[in-house]
Nanobody
Framework: QVQLVESGGGLVQPGGSLRLSCVAS????????IKWYRQAPGKQRELVAT???????NYADSVKGRFIISRGNARNTVYLQMNSLKPEDTAMYYC?????WGTGYWGQGTQVTVSS
């Protein structure tokens, strides 16, 4: 099993930046990739960014060029650096770990609000 804890959300003005963290514990050696999703009120959950065990990355078109997903030196922490934030980035952000056998685990989420 894997446990995920997100942090770093908050209130930021348009154009500002935030860095979200996702700390994984448990059987982290069997994690295949880690993804960040977001869900705004009344909308479906949206995949934002992915980082694989080999550190390849992929982004949704809506955040490409503004968000960066990366892994910490300890490799059990994944970051989402969010720059040039827009009001439409407002959502609950969730970390998702996908195991090599396909099972997925979710964190509890961290709220990001972009507003003046």
């Amino acid at each position: 099993q894997v446990q995920l804890v997100e942090s770093g959300g908050g209130l930021v003005q348009p154009g500002g930046s935030l860095r979200l963290s996702c700390v994984a514990s448990g059987t982290i050696i069997s994690i295949n990739n880690i993804k960040w999703y977001r869900q705004a009120p009344g909308k479906q959950r949206e995949l934002v960014a992915t980082i694989t065990s080999g550190d390849s990355t992929n982004y949704a078109d809506s955040v490409k060029g503004r968000f960066i997903i990366s892994r910490g030196n300890a490799r059990n922490t994944v970051y989402l650096q969010m720059n040039s934030l827009k009001p439409e980035d407002t959502a609950m952000y969730y970390c998702n770990a996908v195991m090599i056998w396909g099972t997925g685990y979710w964190g509890q989420g961290t709220q990001v609000t972009v507003s003046s």
